[in-house]
């Protein structure tokens, strides 16, 4: 996992200093993961019509203890939706390139990759939901999460075209591949009512998942 984290870093880097002679610059946040108290933000280099980035967020977590909260159903009764999930906290790094494909230049295709981790260690936490999956114990979470998104979206500028520094809005949906690793560790508690002096739980999913969000940012022309 390491190896694969200080590659994909590597990258990032890379990308990011092979565009820094182009002349555009833009930096954007999404304001829907705000909501989740997901704090991303995002930086390209490019020109134009194509752009290079890295994307970056944080999540810090906001409960030491207690009841987790649920969401949905399916696999663990929905204990999944981990945005729901006080005790996590996560960050995320990636890369992007973002291409305009209209004269216009404001319809673009996107393609991100980044990695995702959620935690939480030695946390007194419950779980009970409707569909019959529960916990009760010391806890310890590790989730580590590997994604593909293509994306179409619309760009829409709400400072005049003349200016070199502009405001802008994207609005954008499409497809999401991901890859997750879960490993969690039940000390001196219960799973699904049964007693662990120690239990550990390791599962792995691939997902497809529909994609959409706004970003809001700046551009600088040069």
């Known amino acids: 996992?390491?190896?694969?984290?200080?590659?994909?870093v590597t990258i990032c880097i890379f990308i990011f200093l092979e565009g820094r002679s182009?002349?555009?610059?833009?930096?954007?946040?999404?304001?829907?993961e705000a909501a989740f108290l997901n704090f991303e933000a995002n930086a390209a280099i490019g020109n134009k019509k194509t752009r290079y980035g890295i994307?970056?967020?944080?999540?810090?977590s906001t409960q030491d203890s207690g009841r987790v909260n649920s969401g949905g159903s399916g696999a663990a009764g929905g204990y999944g939706h981990r945005y729901l999930n006080k005790l996590y906290k996560s960050y995320t790094i990636g890369f992007y390139q973002k291409t305009y494909v209209n004269k216009a230049l404001d319809t673009y295709l996107e393609a991100d990759v980044f990695y995702r981790n959620w935690r939480f260690k030695n946390k007194h936490a419950s779980f009970q939901d409707v569909e019959g999956y529960n916990f009760q114990g010391l806890r310890t979470e590790n989730v580590d999460v590997y994604c593909l998104k293509l994306l179409i979206g619309q760009t829409i500028f709400l400072t005049p075209a003349t200016r070199k520094v502009r405001l802008y809005l994207d609005v954008y949906g499409g497809l999401g591949y991901r890859y997750q690793e879960e490993t969690y560790e039940t000390f001196d508690g219960y799973v699904n009512d049964d007693y662990y002096s120690y239990k550990k739980d390791k599962f792995n999913y691939r997902r497809i998942t529909p994609q959409g969000?706004?970003?809001?940012?700046?551009?600088?022309?040069k």
């Not at 996992?1 to 994909?8: D, I, P």
């Not at 994307?55 to 810090?60: C, G, H, M, T, V």
């Open 22 to 32: 182009q002349r555009v610059m833009e930096f954007g946040i999404k304001p829907t």
């Open 1 to 8: 996992m390491k190896e694969r984290f200080v590659l994909l």
């Open 55 to 60: 994307l970056l967020s944080y999540r810090p």
């Open 213 to 221: 969000g706004v970003k809001f940012g700046l551009m600088i022309f």
